[in-house]
């Protein structure tokens, strides 16, 4: 019998100078899963734990070439998309997308502000991340002030989750998972394919480190969906996983928001 292959996850994401989140925290989450990591850099950030202080995107057709090249030779199981950034990247990223085979899991973050509240995502680019990467993702993992982004809505209190999600899928993902890490009850929220409704209970851990959470958890689904889960209880494993990465989150390190700690 042939030996069973690693399961590979691509994540097409920025990097963070800092180590803390995007592609450095996503290669980490993909280790602790024990699948093999590879990644598009799609841009670059100039960031501490402090602050973010310059961005620059890579060229369209270099980010295209990461895809195919990795696709190519390791294949690729699931496909993580985090700080895509601009909407030039994010036609690139369509583009790359297009390479993919047919029902290659994809998970969306839908980054747009950091933690110590630096902008992510170019105002002009919200249209090009609903309208072009929300219908070909499997699963978009907004947390609440992403998804009331994405649906073009202010807060409200209270806010009704699951209405939420069933907003944020009418723009055309498969799933949708409402994490819940910064809320009281830190309970996800996930709405299937088929219109049912999961809840996922989690522990907030007010004195953890953060920085990288979300990205972390994105990455951790895409790496238990490569693995064979299903969606549900991938975003069991995500939610537990982030959890612990955040109550062990080293505050010992930088000046500001400390990272996560997954390993
Ligand atoms: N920098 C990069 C490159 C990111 O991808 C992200 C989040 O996805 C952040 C910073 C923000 O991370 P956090 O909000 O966890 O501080």
Redesign the pocket.
């Known amino acids: 019998m042939a030996a069973r292959r690693t399961p590979v996850c691509l994540t097409i994401?920025?990097?963070?100078s800092g180590g803390?989140?995007?592609?450095q925290?996503d290669l980490k989450a993909f280790a602790a899963s024990g699948v093999q990591g590879t990644s598009a850099i799609v841009?670059l950030?100039a960031?501490s734990t402090v602050a973010?202080t310059r961005i620059e995107q890579v060229s369209p057709a270099m980010i295209v070439e990461q895809v195919r090249v990795v696709l190519e030779d390791l294949g690729v199981d699931a496909v993580k998309i985090?700080?895509v950034g601009t909407r030039e990247t994010i036609e690139a990223v369509a583009t790359a997308l297009d390479l993919l085979p047919d029902g290659t899991p994809v998970v969306l973050?839908p980054?747009m502000?950091?933690?110590?509240g630096?902008r992510?995502l170019a105002a002009d680019a919200h249209d090009a991340l609903v309208g072009r990467l929300l219908p070909r993702t499997t699963v978009v993992t907004p947390n609440l002030p992403e998804a009331l982004a994405l649906v073009g809505r202010a807060a409200a209190d209270p806010i009704d989750v699951s209405a939420l999600a069933e907003e944020v899928a009418a723009l055309g993902p498969d799933a949708v998972l409402v994490t819940g890490g910064h809320r009281e009850t830190a309970e996800d929220v996930l709405r299937l394919e088929d219109g049912s409704l999961v809840r996922l209970p989690g522990v907030r851990h007010p004195d953890g480190a953060?920085?990288?959470?979300?990205?972390t958890h994105s990455s951790t689904l895409a790496a238990q969906l490569a693995l064979g889960l299903p969606l549900a209880e991938a975003a069991r494993v995500a939610r537990a996983v982030a959890g612990e990465a955040v109550r062990n989150g080293r505050r010992d390190v930088g000046a500001g928001?400390g990272p996560?700690d997954v390993l």
């Open positions: 994401a920025t990097s963070d803390g989140a995007g592609i925290a841009g950030t960031q973010v985090g700080m973050d980054v502000v950091a933690e110590s630096a992510l953060a920085h990288g959470s979300g990205c928001a996560v």
